[in-house]
């Protein structure tokens, strides 16, 4: 007892940490007189006056991506000074920070928590809290194959292309991480090649030739020309032209041959025509072509005689003298003449 004051101040025991129950005899004499005991059972009940204290101010963690849910990967080490029912603690019954559901780094790559603990004094006015700041970081996982993106990607071309060799190209591209383990994505690349008017039409034969009669009726197809254009669309589309003017006329899709003019043999027996073939590209390519014709002759002109009347003298040898005399006109007509005196 503090021989000064009405109370008890405190109790240490040897080992200087403060007893929460100890047994105290208690002696009373008075003067030379007999001497009175008594135990004094001290038993001090604790007060909530202290709040749940975390082992460290901050904790972190550091997961794969591929963490299952519902696994546990950190432990939170709380303790209260205060005694018995206080030192249940609602963070969590194991004291464990879970997962609760999938992660994914490309995603959230981290996460701040703020984790608080609180005792379960009752009333509620007298609980104490304390918390705790967590970073967790989640670290990757090679889960992701790489992706070939075509509008990135750079292809170089190594030799010249031909369309009319290889029209098409199909190259199979492959894209593999250095990751452990390593993953890879593969793509089929179609490449169609597109065409440019790089070729002249080309006619199946260099040269024409053909005879018609100087009777042939206009609008009679005479013959038709070809040319192939190994070019596609516009490039190879082919068209005919005449380059010069004649009797005849050439249809420009078909190349067909036609003869519109009357013809006269005796006035023009041949004609040259040049015949053109030309594609429709934007820089047209052509190529040229002969047709060589021959009008032949029918027999379309009477003889005459020029002049209608001569006059001879003499009377030897008549008849070799009529053929000095006479001059025939034939009109350039080639049919054998017969004559009768």
């Known amino acids: 007892l503090d021989n000064n004051q009405n109370h008890i101040s405190s109790y240490i025991n040897s080992y200087g940490i403060v ?63 205060d ?103 593969t793509v089929n690349l179609t490449i169609k090649v597109e065409d440019v008017n790089d070729h002249d039409p080309e006619f199946s034969q260099s040269t024409y030739s053909l005879t018609v009669r100087e009777d042939i009726p206009t609008g009679q197809s005479l013959l038709q020309v070809h040319a192939h254009d190994q070019d596609i669309g516009p490039n190879g589309q082919v068209r005919y032209v005449l380059t010069q003017e004649s009797p005849f006329v050439v ?28 594609d429709q590209g934007n820089l047209p390519r052509s190529a040229t072509a002969e047709v060589s014709v021959t009008v032949l002759d029918v027999n379309d002109f009477a003889p005459m005689f020029s002049p209608k009347t001569l006059f001879t003298e003499g009377t030897k040898n008549l008849i070799m003298s009529i053929f000095v005399c006479f001059l025939i006109n034939l009109l350039s007509t080639r049919s054998q003449l017969w004559m009768k005196i």
Not at 26 to 33: E, I
Not at 39 to 52: A, G, H, K, Q, S
Not at 94 to 106: K, Q
């Open 251 to 278: 249809d420009s899709v078909r190349g067909v041959i036609t003869v519109m003019d009357k013809l006269d043999r005796e006035r023009d027996s041949n004609y040259t025509l040049n015949i053109m073939a030309v």
């Open 19 to 81: 007893l929460t129950k100890t047994v105290l005899s208690v002696v009373a004499q008075q003067g030379d007189s007999q001497v009175s005991s008594v135990r004094v059972y001290f038993n001090v009940l604790d007060v909530n006056d202290n709040p749940p204290v975390f082992s460290k101010d901050d904790f972190s963690a550091s997961l794969l991506e591929n963490t299952r849910v519902g696994t546990c990967f950190l432990s939170f080490n709380v303790s209260d000074k």
């Open 83 to 185: 005694d018995g029912k206080y030192q249940v603690f609602v963070i969590n019954p194991s004291g464990s920070l879970c997962l609760n559901a999938e992660l994914d780094r490309e995603r959230q790559s981290s996460y701040n928590l703020t984790v608080t603990a609180n005792d379960c004094a009752l009333p509620l006015a007298l609980q104490f809290t304390s918390t705790v700041h967590v970073v967790i970081v989640v670290d990757d996982v090679n889960d992701n194959a790489p992706f070939i993106d075509t509008g990135n990607g750079t292809i170089y071309l190594q030799e010249t292309l031909d369309r009319e060799h290889i029209d098409v190209f199909t190259v199979r591209l492959t894209a593999t991480d250095k990751g452990s383990p390593k993953l890879e994505t």
